[in-house]
T-cell receptor, first 114, second 114 residues
Framework: KAGVTQTPRYLIKTRGQQVTLSCSPI?????VSWYQQTPGQGLQFLFE???????NKGNFPGRFSGRQFSNSRSEMNVSTLELGDSALYLC?????????????FGPGTRLTVL | SQELEQSPQSLIVQEGKNLTINCTSS?????LYWYKQKYGEGLIFLMM?????EEKSHEKITAKLDEKKQQSSLHITASQPSHAGIYLC??????????????FGKGMKLTVNP
């Protein structure tokens, strides 16, 4: 079974631009969560989607948004990029939403904002 | 909000040595996940603990959750270079909607010298 895939793996943008990252979950998984990882803040939860609905949201500004499609694939969008948005963005999929569902992580997208 | 503190922040050991990583929570843990991350890559699931006093082992790695469910330890026996990486503990938080999100510690960087 193929793992979680994320595209692109690396991205360089300039301040003020917007970016869209993509995540394809493991086949059969319906929940996708997004995380931001930086050296200073560590790994922080962005949001979770389940059956095309956002179930959970972390403490990030409205510039960060996401969506999930009927095939469970998910996209994350960041508008008006800032230097501080440079990070490794990880998505994780699980079979369902709820308690004690093992989350399988993708390799991440490394975003650099210049 | 729940916070996780990991100690030590980094560790350098000689191959063959045993080591222990700690993860301490500011609140009672409902579920505690251990993940391993190679630099700049996704997270690999190691173990999940739920019950106070629970202990799980996989190959040379043993994880324990204390009775009070506020501290977990990860012990590696006879370390090998393949054990090198960043070890992250994550606490399961149940949201109002009944879904689960993970709050992570800052990670512990392990270097194993041959």
């Amino acid at each position: 079974k193929a793992g979680v895939t994320q595209t692109p793996r690396y991205l360089i943008k300039t301040r003020g631009q917007q970016v869209t990252l993509s995540c394809s979950p493991i086949s059969g998984h319906r929940s996708v969560s997004w995380y931001q990882q930086t050296p200073g803040q560590g790994l922080q939860f962005l949001f979770e989607y389940f059956s095309e609905t956002q179930r959970n949201k972390g403490n990030f500004p409205g510039r960060f948004s996401g969506r999930q499609f009927s095939n469970s694939r998910s996209e994350m969008n960041v508008s008006t990029l800032e230097l501080g948005d440079s990070a490794l963005y990880l998505c994780a999929s699980s079979f369902t939403s709820g308690r004690y569902n093992e989350q399988f992580f993708g390799p991440g997208t490394r975003l650099t904002v210049l | 909000s729940q916070e996780l503190e990991q100690s030590p922040q980094s560790l350098i050991v000689q191959e063959g040595k045993n080591l222990t990583i700690n993860c301490t929570s500011s609140k009672t843990l409902y579920g505690l996940y251990w993940y391993k991350q190679k630099y700049g890559e996704g997270l690999i699931f190691l173990m999940m603990l739920q019950k106070g006093g629970e202990e799980k082992s996989h190959e040379k790695i043993t994880a324990k959750l204390d009775e009070k469910k506020q501290q977990s330890s990860l012990h590696i026996t006879a370390s090998q270079p393949s054990h090198a990486g960043i070890y992250l503990c994550g606490a399961a938080l149940i949201t109002q909607g009944g879904s689960e999100k993970l709050v992570f510690g800052k990670g512990m960087k392990l270097t194993v010298n041959p």
